[in-house]
């Protein structure tokens, strides 16, 4: 029987009280770099399983495929995942629920969010732009939006982070941009949501003299767009999902970018259940508000084509996917390309492949 460590001695010979050798020991298990190949796996599973769907016009099908692969993957990482951002909430489609504990169960434990199908609508009408996405961090550190389920956003990129103010009108930001990047107003590019709500701001942001990109769906691919270099879109306005907020909120940590958000009630009802719960509707939520940590991930893998990333091609080998990995602690940024053999896809066909 081995011999237990002489923990005194252990102590002394690296110079700590006893008060901060417990400390150490009892700190959770920080996420390591290989968590970012396991987040790909998750997001390539649900790609794969969503782009079955394209263009046939069920976007919950496509959305219940998804999930249950990225479900069957995650069962088998070995962390102690709780899902803090669930998606499906909002339309009542298939979900991996709030709350949902995933992983194997051992260390280290992290809060998860996941949108297996950022964009069902674009994936159901066969459209570019949705994606497959997961972000991760260590738990405790991601914000839980409770039952606000819209925000008010504002993101750019990394060159033009500080020079935003969710608090000032669309032209003062965009002036503000235009000054921080240093080419004219007219010149930006501006990703907004064609939503109705945004018939005014579509028009400031015209009159301003700035160009519109207008999306239908998947606002945190737009997101994303800000910070990628060569997409054309330099800024994101307008009212989305606080969960996609989320979401984006770990994507731009690792890219370097900045979002601010302050939370939107859809009625004077979800207003006051969310102030009894001690929401505040003022306060501006930024990307250590919405991800507390150096220490974040964040995956996503293309379903359709995209500014960034090619959809998922299916061919004689099996299929052909392109991923987004980001490390925030690092900084690092990887595009992945993954052929996948259609004898592998076939062992994941309860998964929905």
Not at 29 to 44: F, G, K, W, Y
Not at 246 to 256: W, Y
Not at 285 to 299: E, G, K
Not at 308 to 323: I, N
């Amino acid at each position: 029987m081995a011999e237990r460590p002489n923990v005194a001695l252990f102590v002394a010979l690296l110079g700590l009280t006893s008060q901060e050798y417990a400390a150490c020991v009892q700190q959770p298990l920080r996420p390591d770099r290989n968590i970012a190949l396991e987040m790909i796996r998750v997001t390539e599973a649900a790609a794969i399983a969503a782009a079955r769907w394209v263009g046939r016009g069920d976007k919950n099908a496509a959305d219940g495929a998804a999930v249950d692969a990225m479900r069957f993957v995650l069962g088998g990482i070995s962390m102690d995942g709780i899902v803090v951002i669930g998606e499906g909430e909002k339309d009542e489609a298939p979900m991996l629920y709030n709350g949902e504990y995933i992983g194997d169960g051992q260390p280290p434990q992290v809060d998860v969010a996941v949108d297996p199908v950022d964009g069902t609508s674009l994936t159901a009408a066969g459209r570019p732009g949705a994606l497959a996405v997961i972000a991760l961090s260590e738990r405790g550190t991601m914000f839980n939006p409770g039952p606000c389920v819209y925000m008010k956003k504002v993101c750019v990129g990394p060159r033009a982070r500080g020079s935003i103010d969710i608090n000032a009108s669309a032209t003062d930001n965009l002036n503000e941009v235009s000054k921080r990047l240093k080419i004219p107003v007219q010149e930006l590019g501006v990703v907004i949501l064609d939503r109705p709500r945004h018939d005014e701001l579509i028009e400031e942001v015209r009159e301003a003299g700035s160009r519109v990109l207008l999306i239908s769906d998947g606002d945190v691919a737009g997101a994303i767009a800000t910070a990628w270099p060569s997409s054309g879109a330099d800024v994101l306005f307008g009212i989305g999902g606080t969960p996609e907020g989320v979401i984006a909120a770990a994507a731009l940590q690792g890219l370097g970018g900045e979002i601010q958000g302050i939370l939107h009630p859809r009625d004077d009802d979800e207003r006051r259940l969310a102030e009894t719960l001690g929401y505040d509707f003022d306060r501006v939520l930024r990307n250590d508000d919405l991800v507390a940590s150096d220490n974040c991930y964040f995956s996503a893998t293309a379903i359709t084509d995209g500014d960034f990333l090619r959809g998922v091609r299916f061919h004689d080998f099996g299929a052909t996917t392109q991923s987004l990995v980001v490390r925030s602690r690092s900084g690092t940024v990887r595009t992945i390309e993954t052929f996948h053999r259609h004898d592998k896809l076939q062992e994941f066909s309860t998964a929905g492949f």
